[in-house]
């Protein structure tokens, strides 16, 4: 069975800093598209970043976010730097088994998903 878990979300303050980490098992990704989405209430899930052959953001996150993989640990991560309250949401590994070379930004194109973890930026 394969599962995406993701961990590392919580409460912190304006132009602080957290790390994400999404531990994948029952297969390895290492030659495919990893990513990263968020999603608020009533929102669409929204993509942030992703890496395959090239890596790709979105860009409200460009120059504060970057993703980052460990292929040995099957492991993805996300280091977010000078938070904003507006970053506030539930974060998302996702996994492209079919994908590579593109990165895709379409939240559909990911056929795995972790349960999410929150990330709260607030005084």
């Known amino acids: 069975q394969v599962q995406l878990v993701e961990s590392g979300g919580g409460l912190v303050q304006p132009g602080g800093s957290l790390r994400l980490s999404c531990a994948a098992s029952?297969?390895?990704?290492?030659?495919?598209?990893m990513a990263w989405f968020r999603q608020t209430p009533g929102k669409e899930r929204e993509f942030v970043a992703a890496n395959g052959a090239t890596t790709g953001y979105a860009d409200s996150v460009k120059g504060r976010f970057r993703i980052s993989r460990d292929n040995a640990k099957n492991a993805v991560y996300l280091q977010m730097n000078s938070l904003k309250p507006e970053d506030t949401a539930v974060y998302y590994c996702a996994a492209d088994s079919q994908g590579y070379y593109v990165v895709e930004r379409d939240w559909g194109k990911y056929d795995y998903w972790g349960q999410g973890t929150q990330v709260t930026v607030s005084s």
């Open positions: 029952g297969r390895t990704f290492n030659n495919n598209v």
